[in-house]
């Protein structure tokens, strides 16, 4: 079969024949993440110990014999641990995730996941593929936030545009900053209150067009430097900030406006089995745009330059029988 190997850090994925999986399950696409990429470029650490070669892709729509699609969810851990139990197996310490432990989904199939559940969705599987990971990721990042609450989201990518859908079902007010007018205009389309474009500092323009307004939630879809540095300042008192993106970044708050104001920090990493079955809930009955872009998989090393460059708005998807 067909896959797009992992092979070496910093270099394009490999188109190879590989043998086929001992016992098989049709891969009907997988989207493209941002986490694919940082494995790629070798510049994601601290616990991801992904070994090539390997074949890439952990968000997954599998289409059965009888030709019915399921979301993969990805992460498997000991299912002892006070995470496993709590449903967040993401955390444990003895983490496997499909496509970046073991082979995933860049390939016409994959072998049938032993302890990784399949949660059956209904549609398309190049439009339900970002589900898997996106969608699970957003409903998690949303969730506690409610009518009235005042919500900044940092970043365009794909997790953010659908937190914004999110956002707006639950009647929250919406302030979304990012670099790209192409995926800001698209982050209006879909409900946001207020979209900023920033140039540097997302919290210096955020400041400028928010005036005195302060946040009740911050979510933080980059994590970058320039992303998370002086948000705290935003936050009204007993404010949330939630981490989400993965870009690396330092963030630095004064111990006495964490105390003093009451603030919470939060990282988010992927969501539970039940956010996925939320999030699979929302789509099927209308009310969650997935923004999938189809490529091939001979087009993958494409798909993620386009990536890389900002000119896919919405989630790449490898469909490998495109």
């Not at 500092?201 to 302060?214: C, D, I, M, P």
């Not at 970058?224 to 989400?244: A, K, M, Q």
Request: proline letters at 5%.
């Amino acid at each position: 079969m067909l896959a797009a190997v992992f092979s070496e850090r910093g270099k394009p994925l490999q188109l190879q024949e590989v043998s086929d999986p001992l016992n098989p399950i049709r891969v009907g696409a997988t989207g493209l993440c941002h986490g694919d990429v940082h494995i790629i470029m070798g510049d994601w650490g601290w616990d991801v110990n992904v070994s090539p070669p390997l074949i890439l892709g952990h968000e997954i729509a599998l289409v059965d014999d009888q030709g019915n699609t399921h979301l993969l969810y990805n992460s498997k851990g000991c299912g002892v641990c006070k995470q496993c139990r709590s449903g967040f197996p993401q955390y444990c310490e003895r983490l496997k995730v499909i496509g970046v432990h073991v082979n995933g989904g860049f390939a016409n199939y994959m072998e049938k996941p032993e302890g990784y559940p399949l949660v059956p969705v209904k549609g398309n599987p190049a439009d339900v593929a970002p589900l898997a990971d996106a969608g699970t990721t957003a409903v998690n990042s949303v969730e506690g936030i409610s009518e009235g609450d005042v919500v900044a989201v940092l970043g365009t990518g794909e997790v953010a545009l659908l937190s914004i859908q999110l956002l707006k079902l639950v009647g929250a007010e919406t302030w979304v900053v990012g670099r790209n007018q192409s995926k800001l205009r698209k982050a209006r389309e879909l409900g946001a209150d207020e979209v900023i474009f920033s140039k540097g500092q997302y919290s210096s323009s955020l400041s400028e067009s928010a005036g005195l307004k302060k946040f009740d939630y911050i979510l933080d879809y980059v994590g970058s430097d320039e992303s998370l540095r002086d948000v705290p300042w935003l936050l009204r008192r007993t404010g949330e900030l939630r981490i989400i993106g993965e870009f690396g970044g330092e963030l630095r708050i004064p111990e006495q406006l964490l105390v003093l104001r009451g603030l919470r920090v939060k990282g988010i990493l992927y969501g539970s089995l039940s956010h996925m079955k939320e999030a699979v809930r929302i789509y099927e009955k209308g009310m969650l745009k997935t923004l999938s872009v189809p490529y091939s998989l001979s087009e993958i090393n494409q798909a993620i330059s386009d990536l890389l460059e900002g000119k896919v708005v919405g989630r790449v998807v490898i469909i490998p029988s495109f």
